[in-house]
């Protein structure tokens, strides 16, 4: 399997434009994970779902971000309308069932200006 | 709500010199528990992690770690670092038993010199 693999790898966009993240989740995990990684706040989980269905979506920031799961294979983080404060890291990862750990992706870096 | 504290923000080490970094866990209940590394530009990997039974687990490239359920500890050892394990190192925590999220630590900074 080749990983949990996002895109775009890098993103720069100017401020009040749509983002959007993309993730595939390794075949057959049916947990997947967003999280976002700054210098200020270290490894923020900003939500989660299972089998396609969000379980905690308690550390999205705000109502400008979004995420979805339309399948086991893919999945979605939108921020509209993006800001300079968004910058950062956003790495997905998935794991299959509770008992087990999270593979992480390349993670992808987000530059708002 | 869990958290995790790790006291060293960044730690320089000279080659083979021995390393242990710091993690304690806030949570009453049963824990699963994480060591991730994250190398520079790359995404985090797991060092090792510990679900049940020994409490001293090994993990790749040399690590270990001991949990110690007493002082709510989980820390991070390497006998002899290598240049090459210059990166972040980031303990993580989940209530065992469940689906619940991981939650990090702010990391460690670990910079080895030549």
């Known amino acids: 399997d080749a990983g949990v693999i996002q895109s775009p790898r890098h993103e720069v966009t100017e401020m009040g434009q749509e983002v959007t993240l993309r993730c595939k989740p390794i075949?057959?995990?049916?947990?997947l994970f967003w999280y976002r990684q700054t210098m200020m706040r270290g490894l923020e989980l900003l939500i989660y779902?299972?089998?396609?269905?969000?379980?905690?979506d308690s550390g999205m920031p705000e109502d400008r971000f979004s995420a979805k799961m339309p399948n086991a294979s893919f999945s979605t983080l939108k921020i509209q309308p993006s800001e300079p404060r968004d910058s950062a890291v956003y790495f997905c990862?998935?794991?299959?069932?509770?008992?087990?750990?999270?593979?992480f992706g390349q993670g992808t870096r987000l530059t708002v200006v | 709500a869990q958290s995790v504290s790790q006291h060293n923000h960044h730690v320089i080490l000279s080659e083979a010199a021995s390393l242990e970094l710091g993690c304690n866990y806030s949570?009453?209940?049963?824990?699963?528990l994480f060591w991730y590394v994250q190398y520079p530009g790359q995404h985090l990997q797991l060092l090792l992690k510990?679900?049940?039974?020994?409490?001293l687990v090994k993990g790749i490239k040399g690590f270990e770690a001991e949990f110690i359920k007493s002082k709510f500890s989980f820390n991070l050892r390497k006998p002899s670092v290598q240049w090459s394990d210059t990166a972040e190192y980031f303990c993580?925590?989940?209530?065992?038993?469940?689906?619940?999220?991981?939650?990090f630590g702010t990391g460690t900074r670990l910079q080895v010199t030549l």
């Open positions: 990862a998935s794991s299959f069932g509770w008992a087990t750990e999270a593979f």
């Open positions: 075949s057959g995990h049916d947990y």
């Open positions: 779902f299972n089998n396609n269905v969000p379980i905690d």
């Open positions: 949570y009453g209940g049963t824990v699963n």
């Open positions: 510990y679900f049940s039974g020994d409490p």
């Open positions: 993580a925590v989940k209530e065992a038993g469940t689906a619940s999220k991981l939650t």
